[in-house]
């Protein structure tokens, strides 16, 4: 019996579908008339039919140019000098195995062995799964053998030698599948994609690539086609996506640090899920050769860690050179000083740094998250960072910009695969492509016409700040409990709350980080900070005054351990 009106009228409106009646809602968004009517509902939800009702005057000229607009010249505020914040205890970082290294308490190889009999286990805790889809762990002990012996000859390569770094299931790794969180993808990769061969370059242990959403369009860590690994903190919340895997190994302790990549948050909400650090920096500031991800104007590779220094040291590897297959990353101006400002940044505290608090913003988050972030932001006050009420009027469609633009580059990129493979593809995915078909090249190309106005808009903001600040989600980790292991799951509040704060860095290409701000009902809390075009520094000495100060500083997630 096909549904009357009112009975998919109140599927419609139910926030949450799984099972029959998500396959349901998505063979209407097949007709004609079922697309014409999810997608009306679609554009209310997310905000599309106000961001395109706008006035002329929030709209400018045409420009297909992702490259990020700086707003003022670099110029930083009084560096106190306070050097790098100092090693958690309770917590493993890179900088501490190193240091370790460096002392012959301890060598790469039996770190390496370590992981290998935790893995082996298979007890991850709260998290239940494991953040791993595929092990290289042949390779990557064979790299700790070759660690160990460069430090026992003093030929240490740098702050990633002998480091334990698993991979986001979207880059080549050699011998591997790429699956990018998907059913079908089973190709084995012929060679290492740059990001991998940067990583190895430097000493790495790439000995794992972790689990992705699919297609990474589930910023919620949903994916019905794997055993997805659940929240450190809580065995039925999710994870936060899409590098739900990257996340979860960093707070189990499996590694200090690990790879994610951002395209609408999917490295900062995970952070913020987990309460570790992200950061995802400028737009392109990493080349994505090998990189199935690495396409379009928003998404940029970027390292989730147990602390600020581990972001640092892995920007160090990974964005210190130019990637020969991808154009793109020669947009980052030349700077022969780029790391060291990158470390002295980790000292600089927050004496004089202008942040700019956009008060329409922090009135849709939900008053406990605020409560925790704005606390911290008087903490950064307290030591003399000045904070700064600003107007920013088209933050406010950001969400809807973010919906139309990531969703209209994923579906042209998906076309082929959905015509192909749509059978094997989860209910959720093949419900927002029928639905991302339909959206018009006029809005589209309307869309993108406000966007150019928004980062013109935050590029005259920054010529007055150092910083915005805002909550990094408009909610804690959603309900995924481990009965839903497998179940096609659409939830659209939780989409939309997870990336409510995050899309306005993806969309002007501006580095934005993620820093835990304290736990509000045994669940962590995050705050972002967003800096200027290419000006990393900034957001890194935020986060890490925030960590030198404690408020960062939270409870272990139960089952986190330290490697040795």
Request: aromatic share 6%; glycine share 10%; hydrophobic share 40%.
């Amino acid at each position: 019996m096909k549904p009357g009106p009112l009975n998919l009228a109140a599927l419609l409106a139910t926030p949450r579908l799984s099972g029959a009646a998500l396959t349901l809602v998505r063979r209407v968004a097949q007709t004609r008339a079922g697309q014409a009517l999810l997608l009306g509902r679609t554009f209310s939800s997310y905000g599309i039919d106000r961001l395109l009702a706008l006035e002329a005057e929030a709209r400018c000229d045409l420009q297909f140019d992702a490259r990020p607009l700086t707003g003022a010249p670099p110029r930083g505020w009084h560096d106190a000098e306070l050097g790098a914040p100092g090693l958690d205890p309770a917590r493993q970082s890179a900088a501490e195995l190193r240091a370790g290294y460096l002392a012959a308490d301890f060598t790469p190889l039996e770190v390496f062995d370590a992981l290998a009999r935790r893995i082996d286990s298979a007890d991850f805790g709260q998290a239940v799964f494991s953040p791993f889809v595929a092990l290289d762990m042949r390779r990557g002990r064979e790299a700790a053998r070759e660690s160990s012996e460069r430090y026992l000859n003093q030929r240490s390569l740098g702050p990633l030698d002998g480091v334990p770094v698993p991979v986001k299931d979207q880059h080549h790794l050699e011998g591997l599948p790429t699956r990018c969180g998907t059913a079908y993808r089973n190709e084995r990769a012929a060679a290492d994609g740059y990001l991998v061969r940067m990583l190895r370059a430097g000493g790495a242990l790439v000995y794992a690539k972790t689990h992705s959403t699919e297609w990474g369009m589930n910023p919620a860590g949903f994916n019905p086609h794997f055993d997805m690994p659940r929240n450190v903190f809580h065995r039925d919340r999710g994870a936060g996506g899409s590098s739900t895997g990257a996340a979860v190994a960093v707070g189990l302790g499996l590694s200090p640090l690990a790879s994610g990549s951002d395209g609408g948050g999917s490295v900062r909400i995970p952070a913020a899920m987990n309460g570790i650090f992200g950061i995802k920096p400028s737009f392109v500031r990493i080349g994505r050769s090998g990189d199935d991800f690495g396409s379009g104007t928003v998404s940029t590779v970027g390292p989730l860690g147990q602390s600020t220094t581990d972001l640092v040291d892995f920007l160090q590897v990974a964005a210190s050179g130019r990637d020969p297959h991808d154009p793109t990353s020669w947009w980052a101006p030349e700077d022969a000083d780029l790391v060291s400002k990158w470390r002295a940044a980790l000292g600089r505290g927050v004496r004089g740094c202008r942040i700019g608090i956009i008060e329409s913003e922090w009135r849709d988050a939900p008053a406990a998250l605020a409560l925790s972030a704005h606390a911290a932001l008087k903490e950064l006050e307290r030591e003399g960072a000045v904070l700064v009420d600003v107007s920013l009027p088209l933050a406010a469609h950001a969400p809807a910009l973010g919906v139309v633009t990531i969703g209209t580059e994923t579906m042209g990129n998906l076309t082929d695969d959905f015509e192909l493979y749509g059978e094997s593809m989860s209910e959720e995915l093949r419900l927002i492509l029928h639905l991302l078909a339909t959206i018009s090249a006029r809005d589209f190309l309307k869309a993108q016409r406000t966007r150019e106005q928004l980062r013109r808009q935050v590029r005259a903001v920054f010529g007055q700040l150092d910083l915005l600040a805002m909550p990094t989600t408009a909610a804690q980790a959603a309900v995924y409990e481990v009965s839903d292991n497998r179940v096609h799951i659409a939830d659209e509040q939780a989409t939309r709350d997870m990336c409510r704060f995050t899309f306005l860095a993806n969309l002007t290409g501006l580095p934005a980080g993620s820093v835990p701000v304290g736990l509000q009902a045994g669940m962590p809390v995050g705050l972002q900070f967003i800096g200027d075009a290419w000006d990393e520094a900034s957001v890194l000495a935020a986060m890490a005054h925030c960590e030198r100060l404690e408020i960062s500083k939270h409870a272990s997630p139960p089952d986190y351990r330290r490697l040795i």
